[in-house]
């Protein structure tokens, strides 16, 4: 068996599915800014969200909208003005 074409596979299957991570992170991404109502770009200590933890919820396989619940129920949620 050719040692290189194995290795392409390999290769190849590690960006399809790094592809496949990024779209997935963006369809969640678009769907939290719509329950939020806003742009995700906040400033968590300021308003109560941010980008960063979004993207740790979505790493950890919770929903948009487990976020967005979470979000709105915190005393300093603000949605930030665009």
């Not at 742009?39 to 969200?49: H, K, V």
């Not at 941010?50 to 396989?61: G, M, P, R, Y």
């Amino acid at each position: 068996m050719n040692t290189g074409h194995m290795e392409f596979a390999e290769i190849e299957q590690q960006l399809l599915a790094g592809r496949q991570a990024e779209q997935d992170w963006s369809r969640w991404y678009r769907q939290a800014e719509q329950l939020l109502g806003g742009n995700l770009d906040g400033d968590g200590e300021e308003n109560g969200y941010s980008i960063d933890e979004a993207h740790d919820f979505f790493c950890t396989k919770k929903s948009p909208l487990e976020y967005i619940t979470l979000v709105r129920a915190r005393p300093n949620f603000e949605l930030r003005a665009d």
